[in-house]
Structure formats: structure tokens, C-alpha cells
């Protein structure tokens, strides 16, 4: 499996919406999962790279005010210059126990210094668990094009 890339943060007043309950503003974690997501990105590819796309980002479960958040990312597929990164959001409770809140694939690519596309390392599945999850992802991409050329006023 590669590596992981983990984070923590606290929820604090600024990262919550005017709800009565002071609950996180959906928006600081779509930043969040961003940031997590192209470091795991730029690890596993060593350069930079840009957001393509967000999939389907449904939020779960709330978080509050002083929860902890903690957020994992890992690589899932690769293609030639692009690949996906998974990024699981918990809520971390003082007993250690943590509580998925939110799942999202976020597809970068990467670039050279010039900017442009680049190719990225392949990402070989070993064990069953990485076969399905790349394979899952061979799904999702798929579903993306067909969705991207709906956008552009395609079939």
C-alpha cells in the first residue's frame, strides 16, 4: 500500500459556519482535503502538481467546535500524468476512537518546471486490498470523462 499521509487539526472558531452549534464550515475542509491530498500527491510523484478534480464529496457525519480532526491520503490509481488520492476525514474523540466524517477522491496532475504535464510513476497493486481499490478507481475514472464530456456538450 503507499504511504500514508497524515494530519490533525483542532476545529477552532474561524474553521466554523454561523450554525447555532459551531459546526466546521464545509468549505475549511474542502481546503483542508486539498492541502492533505496534494502533499500525498507531490510525494508519491516528487513534483508539483495541480487539482483536477473533487469527486462527489459528501459530508457524513459533523464535526464541532474543538473536535480533532484527523485526515489520512494515500494514492489510489495512477495514469500517465495524473493520479487519484483518497483522503479519509475522522473525528478523533478523546478515547483515540475516530469516526469517519468524509470521504473524498481529489485527481491531480503533475507538472514539470515549465508547468506543463508530466509523466507521474505507475502505481502496481501487490496485495488484494490495492487491486480493489484500484480497480475501484479505474471506475471512477471512467465515470469522471463520461461526466467531463457531458460538461463540455459531449455524449
Not at 495514469?79 to 475522522?90: A, K, N, P, W
Not at 497493486?125 to 475514472?141: G, M, N, V
Request: aromatic share 8%; net charge neutral.
Amino acid at each position: 500500500m503507499p504511504e500514508k499521509t497524515t494530519t490533525v487539526q483542532i476545529i477552532m472558531p474561524q474553521h466554523c459556519n454561523g450554525y447555532k452549534k459551531q459546526r466546521l464550515f464545509g468549505g475549511q475542509m474542502m481546503a483542508w482535503i486539498d492541502v492533505i491530498g496534494g502533499v500525498a500527491a507531490r510525494r508519491y510523484t516528487g513534483k508539483a502538481v495541480t487539482t483536477v478534480s473533487i469527486d462527489n464529496l459528501t459530508f457524513l457525519k459533523p464535526a464541532y467546535l474543538n473536535d480533532t480532526v484527523v485526515q489520512e491520503a494515500m494514492v489510489t490509481w495512477t495514469g500517465h500524468t495524473s493520479l487519484e488520492v483518497r483522503v479519509d476525514s475522522m473525528v478523533e474523540r478523546l478515547d483515540g476512537s475516530r469516526e469517519l466524517i468524509n470521504r473524498a477522491y481529489v485527481v491531480f496532475v503533475a507538472l514539470d518546471e515549465n508547468d506543463k504535464p508530466t509523466a507521474v510513476p505507475p502505481f502496481v497493486p501487490e496485495t488484494e486490498e490495492e487491486k480493489r481499490i484500484f480497480q475501484d478507481a479505474e471506475i471512477r475514472k471512467h465515470i469522471r470523462l463520461s461526466l467531463g464530456n457531458e460538461a463540455k456538450g459531449g455524449k
